[in-house]
Antibody
Framework: QVRLVQSGAEVRRPGASVTVSCTPS????????IHWVRRAPGQGLTWVGW????????NYAKAFQGRVTITRDTSVSTAFMQLRSLRSDDTAVYYC?????????????WGQGTLVTVSS | VMTQSPLSLAVTPGEPASISCRSS???????????VDWYLQKPGKSPQLLIY???NRISGVPDRFRGSGSGTDFTLDISKVEAEDVGVYYC?????????FGGGTKVEIK
């Protein structure tokens, strides 16, 4: 069955960096792209960016450009999201989700979420 | 920008509920489809897809959920709310990058 398994919770100081991984299984890795979405406490869902699983091409939300890098390693079928220069308002649960590379496309499977806490 | 209303909704089990989502630009693509999806995030869980391309229920979603609308105005209707429907509902435009979500509508049971 399809699963997206994320790495565990992280705690970082302001200014530090964090990398969250997402390892899908149950389907061909290249057939679905990986997106990252976060939910901060008391807030709604915010799209962070995505990586084309096949080509490695990326696109990021303007709010995160310059601080986020999303990559994938096809040898281990895993996607990564690195967020740098962390601030307290980056405290959130970060989710990865798969989206079909063809049509129609939607987020049909999500990871379990990774809590990132930024605190001094 | 995706704007949802209401912010929250308290519903008696068995009663209907309706959530509105308005986009600042048309989500009707030249292929004839409206690129709006609906997600539900139940407490303590990851979001789950309910509806894609405006009105298509994903497999396994009960038929009490119905998506409608076109262009800039969309609605998610729940015909008879059940206890398991509690959570935060989000619309999301999938027409263009960056993908954007509505602010969410919290549904509670009275």
């Amino acid at each position: 069955q399809v699963r997206l398994v994320q790495s565990g919770a992280e705690v970082r100081r302001p200014g530090a960096s964090v990398t969250v991984s997402c390892t899908p299984s149950g389907y061909p890795f290249n057939d679905y792209n990986i997106h990252w979405v976060r939910r901060a406490p008391g807030q709604g869902l915010t799209w962070v960016g995505w990586v084309n699983s096949k080509t490695g091409a990326t696109n990021y939300a303007k709010a995160f450009q310059g601080r986020v890098t999303i990559t994938r390693d096809t040898s281990v079928s895993t996607a990564f999201m690195q967020l740098r220069s962390l601030r307290s308002d980056d405290t959130a649960v970060y989710y990865c989700a798969r989206r079909y590379s063809g049509w129609p496309f939607y987020f049909d499977f999500w990871g379990q979420g990774t809590l990132v806490t930024v605190s001094s | 920008v995706m704007t949802q209303s209401p912010l929250s909704l308290a519903v008696t089990p068995g009663e209907p509920a309706s959530i509105s989502c308005r986009s600042s630009q048309s989500l009707l693509n030249h292929d004839g489809y409206n690129y709006v999806d609906w997600y539900l995030q139940k407490p303590g869980k990851s979001p789950q897809l309910l509806i894609y391309l405006g009105y298509n229920r994903i497999s396994g979603v009960p038929d009490r959920f119905r998506g409608s609308g076109s262009g800039t105005d969309f609605t998610l209707d729940i015909s008879k709310v059940e206890a398991e429907d509690v959570g935060v509902y989000y619309c999301m435009q999938s027409l263009q990058i960056p993908l954007t979500f509505g602010g969410g509508t919290k549904v509670e049971i009275k």
